[in-house]
C-alpha cells in the first residue's frame, strides 16, 4: 500500500504543538498506544483526581516533577505492559510517554525516574489508600447521567505469586503458592473495574469481607441513596457475618454454595429427572432449576436457595463443565425464577475473566 492513512481521530496538542503520528521521523517510539491513554485520561481526569488525593511533603523548592507527573508516568507504563518501576529509568526517555504526559519529545524534560517512582508509591498512609478507593467508585458515579434503579456488583479474589518474602505474603495451601489474594470489584453491567485491594494470601473472614462491603456500599448511596445494590459472590465470600450485614442494610446478595450431603438430598428429585431426561433423550447436557430453603448452623436464618444443575459431559459456556452441580444463594427471593435463575449462572464466571483480563494487561 503506498496511499498514506489519515487517522480517523485526532490527537490531543501538547504545548500548544500539534501532535501527529506518522512511521518517519528521528526518534521513533513502539508505544504509540500510550496516546490513547493520554486522551482517555484528559477526558475522565482520573490522573489528575487520583493526584489531589495524595499529600505531597516535599520541599516545593526542590520538586521536579510533581505528584501527578508521576502518577501519570507510572499508570501509563503500568496499561503499556511496563509492570516494574524499574522501566521507567528508559521510558522516562521515550518520546511517545513524553507527549502523553504532556512534554515535548526533543526538548521537553525527562519523566521521573525510578527512585522517584518508589518513593511516592511507599508515601500514601491508610486514609490516603481510602481516599483514592473511593475517588474510583465517585468517578463511576458520575459516569452515569442519571441514577440506576438496580446495580450488580461482582466480588472476586485472584492468586497474585510472589518471588521472594514482601509483606503480606503468605503460603496458600489451595494454590500451593506464596501470593497475595487481592479483591477485585466489578460493575456487572460494565465491567468497569471499582477496586483492587492488595490484601494476605489467605481467604478473607466473613468480617473482612463485611467490612469491604460496608465501605463500598456507603460510598455507592452518597451518590444513589434509592438504588437496588445486589452483591455477588464465591462461596466464601457468603459468611455469616457478611449476610447478617446485608441483610440489616437492605443489600441483595447472590452467593455460591459448596456442595454438601443435605443439598444433595434437597435437590435429589430434581436431578434425578436431570439423568432422566438426558438418558431419554440421549442429550449431550441438560440443565435444570430447583428453589428451596435451606440454612447452615452458623446462619442466623434461612435463606432462599436457588439451584442450578447440570449433567452431561458437554461443557457449558465459561467452561464451567456439565456434570458440576450448581448451587446458588439468593438473599430473600420471593421466586427467583428459571429465567432469572439461568442469567446468574451464565454470568457467574464474568468475575473471573475480567480478573484475568486485568492481570494479562499487567
Not at 482520573?46 to 508516568?73: C, E, F, G, N, Y
Request: neutral net charge; hydrophobic residues 40%.
Amino acid at each position: 500500500m503506498l496511499d498514506d492513512t489519515l487517522l480517523p481521530f485526532s490527537l490531543p496538542a501538547v504545548c500548544r504543538k500539534k501532535v501527529t503520528a506518522a512511521f518517519d521521523g528521528g526518534r521513533l517510539s513502539s508505544d504509540g498506544g500510550v496516546m490513547l491513554l493520554a486522551g482517555a485520561d484528559r477526558r475522565l481526569g482520573l490522573v489528575d483526581a487520583l493526584a489531589r488525593l495524595i499529600p505531597d511533603h516535599r520541599s516545593p523548592a526542590h520538586v521536579t516533577h510533581d505528584v501527578a507527573a508521576i502518577l501519570r508516568a507510572r499508570i501509563f507504563a503500568i496499561a503499556c505492559g511496563y509492570p516494574d518501576g524499574d522501566d521507567l529509568d528508559h521510558l522516562r526517555h521515550d518520546p511517545a510517554f513524553k507527549l502523553a504526559c504532556g512534554r515535548l519529545p526533543e526538548s521537553g524534560a525527562d519523566l521521573a525516574s525510578q527512585p522517584t517512582v518508589s518513593r511516592l508509591e511507599n508515601a500514601p498512609d491508610l486514609r490516603t489508600l481510602l481516599r483514592l478507593g473511593r475517588a474510583m467508585v465517585d468517578l463511576w458515579c458520575r459516569g452515569h447521567h442519571r441514577p440506576p434503579k438496580a446495580i450488580t456488583l461482582d466480588i472476586d479474589d485472584t492468586l497474585d505469586r510472589v518471588h521472594g518474602h514482601q509483606q503480606l505474603a503468605l503460603f496458600n495451601a489451595h494454590y500451593d503458592e506464596r501470593c497475595f489474594l487481592p479483591i477485585h470489584l466489578y460493575d456487572a453491567a460494565s465491567g468497569q473495574c471499582l477496586g483492587v485491594i492488595l490484601r494476605p494470601g489467605k481467604t478473607p473472614s466473613g468480617i473482612e469481607v463485611r467490612n469491604h462491603l460496608r465501605r463500598l456500599v456507603r460510598w455507592i448511596r452518597t451518590h444513589w441513596p434509592d438504588t437496588t445494590i445486589t452483591i455477588r459472590g464465591d462461596s466464601h465470600y457468603g459468611r455469616p457475618a457478611a449476610m447478617a450485614w446485608c441483610d440489616a442494610h437492605d443489600v441483595r446478595f447472590v452467593f455460591g454454595l459448596s456442595g454438601n450431603a443435605v443439598l444433595d438430598a434437597l435437590v435429589e428429585t430434581t436431578a434425578d429427572a436431570v439423568r432422566t431426561k438426558r438418558a431419554l433423550g440421549d442429550l449431550d447436557g441438560v440443565r435444570d432449576y430447583a428453589e428451596t430453603r435451606y440454612a447452615a448452623k452458623s446462619w442466623a436464618a434461612p435463606q432462599d436457595s436457588p439451584h442450578f444443575l447440570q449433567q452431561g459431559e458437554e461443557r457449558f459456556e465459561h467452561g464451567e463443565s456439565a456434570d458440576e452441580l450448581g448451587v446458588f444463594r439468593h438473599q430473600r427471593c420471593q421466586s427467583m425464577g428459571r429465567h432469572v435463575g439461568d442469567q446468574v449462572v451464565e454470568h457467574r464466571p464474568l468475575a473471573e475473566q475480567r480478573v484475568g483480563a486485568a492481570l494479562g494487561g499487567v
